[in-house]
């Protein structure tokens, strides 16, 4: 028997929760109207060439927009938040390397050119890339 997957390849080694798994697909389903309005520029690659996924698992959490590319989750929060449990899930989820970026639904919905700029800005300063490995393979 084949053993289910890891969540996104990241967290703690959590086994895939079925559960979580359905809700996020749910999620999907029923999302917000500034979820659904910012998902139309976070698509297809329209943001810098980067994928970005929706309603993704990751670890306990169900992230509403990631780019694993650039380790960025975006959430889009109504008045319906916890400041306190966002905070503990925020802590969480940057100690796994990720930065978080929030937005409230109204400005989604009022200033998408600023929230789509301000995403593509935190792509775009994301740390340089390591330099290569020393004592690779030469040739002559």
């Not at 917000?32 to 980067?50: H, M, P």
């Not at 990751?58 to 929060?77: H, M, N, R, T, W």
Request: with cysteine.
């Amino acid at each position: 028997e084949i053993a289910p997957p890891l969540v996104g390849g990241v967290g703690e080694g959590e086994i895939v929760d079925a559960n979580l798994t359905e809700r996020a697909k749910g999620l999907r389903k029923s999302s917000t109207d500034a979820e659904i309005f910012l998902w139309k520029f976070l698509r297809t690659k329209q943001v810098e060439g980067l994928k970005f996924r929706r309603q993704q698992p990751i670890g306990k959490y169900i992230a509403d927009f990631v780019c694993f590319e650039k380790s960025l989750i975006i959430e889009v929060d109504g008045g319906h938040h916890s400041t306190d449990r966002d905070a503990d899930r925020d802590s969480w989820l940057i100690s796994q390397g990720f930065k978080v970026l929030r937005f409230w639904n109204h400005d989604v919905l009022l200033n998408i050119e600023g929230v789509v700029e301000m995403i593509r800005e935190s792509c775009l300063s994301h740390p340089p890339l390591p330099p290569p490995i020393k004592g690779g393979v030469t040739t002559k």
